[in-house]
């Protein structure tokens, strides 16, 4: 057998096992967006309003914070029955002035550890839990959210219901004001319905998005914030479904969020993301397995699934490379393979679509998933830096479109 014959039999190899590998991650995604194409039943609505505590991490935030508070105070939800904290972390500018003026209570923390949201949060719900304050959950939310007015009655009544961890709806207020925020847009909107919507529907854990998340009292009592991770906010999540909770999502707390306008300045979050889902992986991995086979724990199989499986970006580019590498070899018997990666292809580039329809997703959605294969591309640059040296990945504070404009 010659050394070319060898070559491409290892090709062949390599391709058919990249396939496998990307198909049962495009399969997951399918299996998710049909799941997610009818809706959640409605819920009832509770006649209680339990005490809330909403804390808002803030790191120079002088610019949205104001709005932010706004916000919160225009809810429909006694006010007695609630507390607003920003927590002014190690901040350079005016945010506590402008936090306090806007009626909130603000928590200057200018200590060691920083440059990530788990150590003020951690640092504030120790203060809000300490004797003497009697909240029945903690709503976290970010610097730049706008709450419905719904939000917090919604939030109560899930509390109310039962459910100890909740999640709620996502979406991005600065919708159109550039190209980058409506690729954001269809991201965002496939991202709930494949890992909250789903997986709600399916008895599995929603994902903890760092925006809109309220904890019952017991949970933060008994483990506090324990973990300070990149992404914090989802390791949190997969922390709890291994101990035995449920990420549970409530479309109906609405939560608006503003993305980065420009590509450059998303790039610093966009690597945060992914050197902080290795940093997940690595860390809970092991703990979810021991979960799923231990205590029986579907949510906890399916979140192991979910993080051993290839990304969406990764099996999209594994079926374009293996088409591109198998058009070369020769050997008649790799036509079989080279067209399962051409349906593969297909199948990727046809899935925003699929999603966004399935979503109900407006038009304007679909004109940002026409940028997918550059989105697409930009994601793995970054997926690949933060696996070469996810070490050097720093927290960078997001650009707000207030300071771009001004």
């Known amino acids: 057998m010659s050394i070319g014959s060898v070559l491409e039999m290892l090709v062949k190899v390599f391709a058919s096992v990249a396939l496998l590998w990307s198909g049962l991650s495009l399969a997951y995604q399918y299996v998710l967006a049909v799941a997610g194409r009818k809706p959640l039943p409605e819920r009832s609505r509770a006649s209680n309003f339990l005490k809330l505590a909403v804390l808002i991490p803030a790191h120079d935030e002088a610019t949205v914070i104001a709005s932010t508070v706004n916000a919160v105070r225009q809810s429909d939800y006694p006010s007695d029955r609630y507390d607003t904290f920003v927590i002014a972390d190690n901040c350079s500018d005016a945010t506590a002035e402008e936090a306090r003026a806007a009626g909130a209570k603000c928590l200057e923390r200018a200590e060691e550890p920083r440059g990530r949201k788990a150590y003020p949060l ?3 719900i120790d ?22 007015v719904a939000f917090l009655s919604r939030m109560s009544d899930a509390l109310s219901s039962g459910h100890a961890v909740l999640q709620g709806r996502h979406l991005l207020s600065n919708v159109g004001a550039s190209l980058f925020t409506l690729v954001a847009d269809a991201d965002m909107r496939i991202n709930n ?214």
């Open 122 to 124: 951690k640092w504030a």
């Open 193 to 406: 319905l494949l890992r909250n919507h789903a997986k709600q529907r399916l008895g599995l854990s929603a994902r903890l998005m760092g925006d809109a998340m309220c904890f019952s009292r017991e949970v933060l009592e008994t483990f506090g914030w324990p973990v300070d991770s990149l992404g914090e906010d989802r390791e949190f999540g997969v922390y709890l479904v291994s101990r035995g909770y449920r990420v549970h999502y409530v479309p109906e707390a609405v939560s608006r969020g503003q993305a980065p306008l420009r590509w450059r300045d998303a790039s610093a979050q966009r690597l945060r993301w992914q050197a902080g889902a290795r940093q997940v992986q690595r860390r809970q991995l092991g703990g979810l397995l021991r979960a799923a086979f231990n205590q029986r724990s579907v949510p906890a199989l399916d979140l192991a699934a979910e993080l051993l499986l290839p990304s969406y970006t990764v099996a999209a580019a594994t079926a374009a490379g293996a088409l591109v590498v198998l058009a070369f070899i020769r050997d008649p018997s790799a036509g079989a393979l080279g067209w399962a990666a051409l349906v593969q292809l297909s199948l990727a580039a046809a899935f925003p679509f699929l999603a966004l329809a399935l979503a109900q997703a407006p038009r304007s959605s679909f004109m940002g998933a026409l940028m997918g294969p550059a989105f697409l591309a930009w994601r793995l640059a970054h997926k690949i830096r933060a696996a070469i040296s996810p070490d050097s990945v720093k927290w960078v504070r997001t650009v707000r479109s207030e300071e771009i404009r001004s």
């Open 127 to 148: 203060q809000v839990l300490a004797p003497g304050h009697r909240y029945d959950g903690v709503v976290v939310i970010d610097a730049d959210s706008q709450l419905d």
